[in-house]
């Protein structure tokens, strides 16, 4: 076993669950089912402290999301500037990685003292969130510490790419072995993991190891194959794309059948609650609702993104204005809408073109509507759309290309145009594809559908390692969020894991 390094003993010593504690680094004795589940659900509560309104500016170097702390504009005579907030990068990394990591531990200490024979459910649900804990690690920071005990030693040593991905893969493997092996076992059905959610996960995983930086192309065929066996068998794990994409963003279908893995809340419950995104109601201007948020889409991005139902609900499109006209019976007055393009009016787009998903558009129309930016909207970190994609990517990779990927593809096409996911229409891809025209086809698609979302675009363009296009993503005039070099490993893509750590263990030391 690898001993764990770094920020362990610091966050031993501070959990505020008080399952660790000072000068005591041993474990807890485990010793009834309610103490389990308690440190199962503090693990759930660590990602949600993970995902909260800090979370997408680690991601912004993406193009479709952008803070836009610092711009300045002239156009139509007027001009306009911007530039009093900054991005703390090196807060909001360091909350991630003490965060996940906290879960870690706690994962940890469950798959030291549980037994396979008598709990393997609950030992399989450990190891699947410390697998989906440590690649979100590795897809952050790169190489992260590989810890799977309770002690400490400062001196372990720095894994490879590989090897962190292949830890990933054999906890992953683990719990798809362990858990129960439908949707009506699971301990909590609808919204704990089971092996349908195990064998999506890790296609996930098997495609984010056949890119950069691993670069293993064999793991296609895996990727393919278990994101396949979900499809094949989505009746059984009752997984469907929900017919009317804005449903995702409803209070009301927290729980949905599109939902592989997610993070819940209660509509009623005061404490934690879904903040990922800093979307408020602002103010009403007659009929009309206004909305303010810290995440914009970039300026190419919007504009290329097909005009279609899911465009108007991932994003905000324009405003509604009040306009007059002078008739015979006197003035009558009417809300317009007035679409915004960011070449026209780039101001305009900076202030009020933000994302739409993650907040319930309906419940701001009532008199009691909340004012603030929290909601009980279930926080996708995976779903059903996005392992249909994942599918006909890996699939066509492998140089295997059929009608079941266009398929997979254009049921997704088919609902963002707010059809018949299963009717064949006009928006589906043209069936005489090349396989380099079908991938391109379906990397935009996934970029469309998961944008803004915890393991949307950003991951992707890692995978692929686009970074050398990212400047053809985006037009001339479009103000792309940077990120100081001193912050990020020779792989650009990558945070450094905080200077804490560093500091205490010279593996780590970046600055050889």
């Known amino acids: 076993m690898q001993k764990n390094t770094l920020i362990l003993l610091i966050l031993i010593c501070f959990s505020c669950e008080g399952l660790f504690h000072e ?20 693990i759930y509560s660590r990602l949600v402290q993970v995902h909260d309104n800090n979370y997408f500016s680690v991601l912004a170097r993406s193009d479709d999301i952008n803070i836009y702390f610092s711009y300045s504009f002239y156009y139509n005579g007027r001009g306009c500037s911007g530039g009093e907030g900054y991005i703390n990068i090196l807060q909001v990394t360091r909350d991630i990685y003490r ?4 879960a870690i531990v706690s994962a940890n200490s469950m798959i030291l003292q549980l037994s396979e024979a008598e709990e393997p459910e609950i030992l399989g649900e450990a190891y699947f969130l410390r697998a989906y804990c440590y690649f979100k690690l ?13 002690d400490v030693d400062y001196l372990v040593e720095k894994p490879g790419y590989r090897e962190v991905y292949e830890f990933i ?7 798809l072995e362990l858990l129960p092996d439908s949707y009506s076992d699971a301990r909590i059905p609808g919204e704990t993991p089971f092996r349908g959610t195990a064998k999506a996960m ?3 995983i098997y495609l984010a190891m056949a890119g950069f930086p691993v670069n293993d192309e064999t793991k296609y065929t ?4 278990l994101a396949g066996e979900v499809i094949g068998q989505a009746e059984q794990y009752n997984y469907a794309l929900l017919d009317d994409l804005a449903n995702l963003w409803k209070t009301e279908y927290r729980h949905n059948t599109e939902t592989i893995f997610g993070l819940y809340f209660d509509e009623s419950d005061a404490g934690p609650q879904n903040s990922i995104s800093s979307l408020r109601i602002t103010s009403f201007f007659g009929n009309e609702l ?3 948020g810290g995440y914009h889409p970039e300026f190419k991005f919007f504009n290329t993104c097909p005009d279609n139902y899911r465009k108007y609900n991932s994003f905000i499109t324009g405003r509604y204005v009040s306009t007059a006209y002078d008739t015979l019976n006197g003035y009558v007055s009417r809300l317009e809408f007035l679409p915004i393009d960011p070449l026209v009016d780039p101001c305009d787009f ?3 073109v933000v994302s739409l998903k993650w907040i319930d558009q309906s419940a701001y129309y009532r008199e009691d509507a909340p004012w603030d930016d929290r909601s009980a909207i279930t926080l996708y970190i995976l779903r059903y759309a996005q392992t249909l994609l994942t599918y006909a990517e890996a699939k066509a990779r492998t140089g295997e290309l059929d009608n079941s990927c266009y398929e997979a593809v254009n049921m997704i096409r088919r609902r963002a145009n707010r059809l018949d996911v299963h009717t064949p229409s006009e928006f589906d891809l043209p069936s005489d594809l090349t396989t380099e025209q079908f991938l391109d086809s379906v990397v935009w698609e996934r970029a469309w559908e998961l944008c803004t979302e915890p393991e949307g675009r950003w991951f992707d363009i890692i995978r692929l390692d686009l970074k050398d296009e990212l400047a053809g993503y985006r037009y001339s005039r479009d103000i792309p969020v940077t990120i100081n070099p001193d912050y990020l490993n020779e792989d650009w893509y990558f945070y450094l894991i905080p200077q804490r750590d560093r500091w205490l263990n010279p593996n780590f030391d970046e600055s050889e």
């Open 290 to 292: 206004n909305i303010q």
């Open 222 to 225: 895996e990727a393919a194959r």
């Open 99 to 102: 965060y996940l990591y906290l």
């Open 138 to 150: 590795a897809r952050l920071f790169g190489t992260p510490p590989l810890i799977d005990d309770i």
């Open 350 to 352: 900076i202030n009020y």
């Open 169 to 175: 893969e054999d906890d992953m493997l683990k719990a």
């Open 202 to 204: 890790l296609a996930e």
């Open 23 to 42: 000068n005591d680094t041993q474990y807890i004795v485990i010793d009834n089912r309610q103490e389990k589940i308690d440190i199962l659900n503090g």
